[in-house]
């Protein structure tokens, strides 16, 4: 967590890369040392950073970028004391910290349970220190959208660096006054099925906007709204609902009521989780949560969300995904790169309509995909790219309709390396034929065992057993016999010579 990465954090990243690089180990008396005045002019490299300059084309303005560049000063130094500390600690690792710091029996303990406790609060303090220096990340990342907008606005440094002149103030009048408009209209009766409010630096969304009855579609977009209020749910005829690069950190619960909503759109906010009634919005068709701080999704989502397509959660902070998610048969499209995924659902071969996969840069907590995954019959993208899968399964074989495959950067050992550098249709051959083989194995395998089950000479030893003890029984039984016939013909014929 070194350097905020162009997922995450697009525009500091991009600026803090113009910044001439220090050693890891100095930490500067001043962030003028680092000449911030006058940040590298080269061209943007990677596609990350060419989409950023395309949505904001200003950050290619020197003095704009030389603004930017003052603004995050701190953060620049503070990069610098974080490698110091060094990597972050893993989530189980702190959990069982805190723990152990927790159990008060554990303080009375001898000299080894000190140490242990010493230790345990050292990796509390390096995630404390760690989660400091996210918060500053986020914080920046905040700071320089208002510091572009203002400067390309035309406003001075000063202003520029966080205080509200009178024009800041003036537009956000101009904002209500827009918002006004519209409530008005709808108090007149006048049909207002579309509203668009996006990019006007709102801060508020008033209750009102709730009783606007036949409104279609709202978009509150890139705004500094931090909350959606209640009122939201009484939009009953709303079908798409769009607040994404806002200040949102959750959404109301109201939101569930929205029963005709077919498009909701909150990216770039800061959720952490979404709501269990987002799962009532049963005609949503696609959910784009990308960009967000999410740790997981709503347990039941996948359960009543039958007509959704498209699922967006990538750059997110995601672990796994709820096995519900599995009953989501029209889904088309799932994009989850970027998250922590340790692995899918067991039934995610449940997902019948399912076009589109990416799974891409989930980086050392994917290993590896599930037996069921060859039940996605009608998959024609996958992206598996930056993870650390080392054997597609056989089942890999059976998806036919595959067409665009990414699995680089993956210590892949099935298929090997020559196969995957052919192409997708070198590896559908490969795993086709894996899969074959594997079939074929397990045709044999039942039928050696259906042979052992006919066959009189193998049983089991319980068997093997009893018929044993069957056998000795009637020889026994045949020997009885005849030696009692003898003694019978005997004893006739000593009668019969006693009568001579």
Known sequence: MDDPSPQSHPILAYVLSRLPSLPAVRTPRSPRERDVEQPSPRTPSGAAEIDLVGRMPGLRHPSVLSAMSRAVADVASARDQIRLLGPRPDHEQVDASRALLLDAAAAEGD????????????????????????????????????????????????????????????????????????????????????????????????????????????????NQLQVVPDAIGGLEHLEELRVASNNLISLPDSIGLLSNLKILDVSGNRLRVLPDTIAKCRSLVELDANYNALVYLPTGIGHELVHLQTLRVHLNKLRSLPSSVCEMRSLRLLDAHFNELRGLPADIGR??????????????????????????????????????????????????????????????????????????????????????????????????????????????????????????????????????????????????????
């Open 351 to 500: 997902l019948s309509s399912l076009e589109t996969l990416d799974l891409s840069s989930n980086f050392s907590d994917m290993r590896d995909l599930p037996p069921s995954f060859g039940d996605l019959a009608g998959l024609r993208e996958l992206d598996l790219s930056n993870n650390q899968i080392r054997a597609l399964p056989d089942c890999f074989g059976r998806l036919g309709r595959l067409e665009r495959l990414r699995l680089d950067q993956n210590p892949l050992a099935v298929p090997p390396p020559e196969v995957v550098a052919d192409g997708v249709a070198a590896v559908k051959e490969y795993m086709a034929r894996r899969w074959a083989e594997a079939v074929a194995e397990e045709e044999r395998r039942r039928a050696s065992a259906a042979a052992a089950v006919e066959s009189p000479k193998a049983s089991t030893p319980r068997e093997w057993l009893t018929r044993s003890v069957s056998s000795l029984g009637t020889w026994v039984s045949d020997v009885t016999g005849k030696v009692v016939g003898q003694d019978k013909v005997a004893e006739e014929d000593e009668f019969l010579q006693q009568q001579l």
């Open 111 to 222: 000299e080894e349970e000190q140490e242990k406790l010493a230790a345990s609060r050292e990796v509390v303090r390096l995630e404390e220190e760690h989660e400091s220096y996210g918060a500053l990340l986020r914080d920046a990342e905040e700071k320089l959208e208002r510091v572009y907008r203002m400067a390309m606005h035309g406003r001075g440094i000063q202003e520029a660096g966080g205080g509200k002149g009178n024009k800041e103030e003036e537009g956000s009048g101009a904002v209500d006054e827009e918002v006004v408009r519209v409530l008005k209209e709808a108090e007149e009766e006048k049909v207002v099925e579309r509203v668009n409010l996006a990019d006007r630096q709102l801060r508020l969304l008033p209750e009102p906007v709730g009783r606007i009855r036949g409104l279609l579609s709202l978009d509150v977009s890139h």
